[in-house]
């Protein structure tokens, strides 16, 4: 196993209908299956949560010289399992 730490990322400009339909089929996937693929950009990965998660919302204000950027963030964490593969090497997609 490798100490360093990888992550897919994904940054773009949606609507907010698309941002809803990605919200519900997550949850949805989230619900009704021990596994599933989940799209970052122009990867698919593979995750398996556990029935309990750990969960944050986070809601920031940071002033930017134009105004003030609001930001929301959900994260969940859990520990990867031996059947889930470790993701392929750092990406970041933006749009």
Same mark, same amino acid.
Do not use: C, Q
């Given at each position: ?31 009704? *299956?021990?596994? %599933?693929?989940? &799209? ?9 949560? /556990?029935? $309990?998660? +750990? #969960? !944050? ?13 609001? *930001?929301?963030? %959900?994260?969940? &964490? ?9 993701? /392929?090497? $750092?990406? +970041? #997609? !933006?749009?």
């Amino acid at each position: 196993m490798s100490d360093e730490e990888t992550e897919v990322e994904y940054e773009g400009t949606l609507s907010r209908e698309d941002i809803a339909t990605h919200f519900e089929t997550f949850a949805e996937n989230l619900r009704e *299956s021990d596994g %599933f693929d989940i &799209e970052i950009g122009d990867e698919a990965v593979s995750i398996s949560p /556990p029935d $309990s998660l +750990e #969960f !944050e919302v986070e809601l920031e204000d940071e002033p930017e010289d134009d105004g003030v950027e609001r *930001s929301i963030e %959900f994260e969940l &964490e859990w520990m990867r399992t031996d059947e889930e593969d470790p993701l /392929p090497e $750092s990406k +970041e #997609f !933006e749009e």
